[in-house]
C-alpha cells in the first residue's frame, strides 16, 4: 500500500512534496487568504456546516465572491482526499482558499483557488490532556477587536509572535488581551472559566476567534443546565475561577492547570468532554 501523502490543489491530486505554487501566489505575498482545519473522526470531517458557515463569512468580509467556489464540491473533494490519504481513524484536514491571480494590494482579477490537506492525527476521539496547561497573559501586542478578528486568515504574525514568548518562557500556552486589557483567548483557543455551575467565555465583541468548537461547547453547557456568560473577562477572574481550559476543533477541549500561582481543577471539564464525544462526528 502507497502510504505517501496527497493535497489537493483546486480538484487535481499531488504528492504533498509537490511544488504548487509561485512566488507570486497572494497568499504568500499578502496574507490574502483564509483558512479552515478541520477534524477527522473515525475517519469522518466534523462540524463540515459550521465550517463552511465561518468560511463564507470570511470570504465575503475579504469580498472574495464566491461564484467560483462550491462548497458542495468542496465537501466531496475533502471525503475523497480523506480517502485517498487513508484516514480511518482521527485525522486533521485544513482547507486554505486564496486569491488568486496577479497585482499588488489590488488584485487585478477575482478568481479564487484553494488547497487541502489531510494528514493523520494521533488521537480518534477527543482525549483530555492528561498534564494540565501551564500559561501565562501574553503582553507584547493586544488583539483590536474588528470584523477580522472572528475570522481565520492567514495574517497571523501576533499568534506567532505569542508562540514564540510562549517557547521562550517553557509555557503550554498564552492568553491574548483585547485593546483594553481584558482576556480574548489563548494562542489557537478559546478560553473558558468554570466556577459553581456557571460557565464564562469572552464574547465575540470582544475580539476573539468565533470557534467551532467555542459553539460546541456552549451547547453542550446548555444541556446540562450549566449557566454560560458570553462577556468580558479580566484578570481578577481567573483567579476566582475553579477551573480554566481551552478549545479548538483540533484538540477538543484542554485543561489549565495553572496561571502562574493559581491552580485549578477539572472536574466539570471532564463531564464536558464526555458530552462532545458523545456528539461527535457531526
Not at 99 to 121: C, D, M
Not at 163 to 168: A, D, H, Q, S, V
Amino acid at each position: 500500500m502507497n502510504n505517501s501523502l496527497h493535497i489537493n490543489y483546486n480538484g487535481f491530486l499531488y504528492k504533498e512534496d509537490e511544488e504548487v505554487f509561485t512566488v507570486k501566489n497572494r497568499g504568500f505575498r499578502y496574507g490574502d487568504a483564509l483558512f479552515e482545519t478541520i477534524r477527522v473522526i473515525d475517519g469522518q470531517p466534523c462540524c463540515l456546516e459550521d465550517h463552511f458557515i465561518r468560511l463564507k463569512k470570511g470570504m465575503q468580509i475579504l469580498k472574495m465572491h464566491s461564484a467560483n467556489i462550491s462548497f458542495n464540491n468542496l465537501k466531496s473533494q475533502i471525503i475523497k482526499l480523506i480517502e485517498k490519504n487513508h484516514l480511518r481513524k482521527g485525522g486533521r484536514v485544513r482547507l486554505t482558499v486564496f486569491r488568486s491571480g496577479e497585482g499588488l494590494y489590488t488584485p487585478e482579477s477575482e478568481g479564487k483557488s484553494y488547497v487541502i490537506e489531510a494528514i493523520p492525527f494521533k488521537d480518534n476521539n477527543y482525549v483530555l490532556n492528561e498534564n494540565g496547561l501551564s500559561i501565562d497573559v501574553y503582553n507584547d501586542l493586544r488583539r483590536h477587536r474588528n470584523i477580522l478578528s472572528q475570522i481565520k486568515t492567514t495574517n497571523n504574525i501576533p499568534n506567532v509572535l505569542a508562540g514564540i514568548y510562549k517557547k521562550e518562557n517553557d509555557l503550554d500556552d498564552c492568553i491574548i488581551l483585547n485593546d483594553q486589557g481584558r482576556i480574548v483567548e489563548a494562542i489557537s483557543s478559546n478560553i473558558f472559566l468554570y466556577k459553581n455551575n456557571n460557565l464564562y467565555t469572552p464574547s465575540l465583541d470582544e475580539g476573539c476567534m468565533d470557534g467551532i468548537m467555542r459553539k460546541q461547547v456552549l451547547r453542550i453547557a446548555k444541556e446540562m443546565n450549566i449557566n454560560v456568560f458570553e462577556g468580558m473577562l479580566n484578570g481578577s477572574m481567573l483567579l476566582q475561577a475553579d477551573e480554566m481550559f481551552l478549545t479548538n476543533t483540533i484538540r477538543g477541549i484542554q485543561w489549565v492547570v495553572s496561571y502562574r500561582q493559581k491552580r485549578y481543577f477539572n472536574k466539570a471539564i471532564k463531564e464536558i468532554l464526555a458530552h462532545l464525544n458523545q456528539l461527535v462526528p457531526i
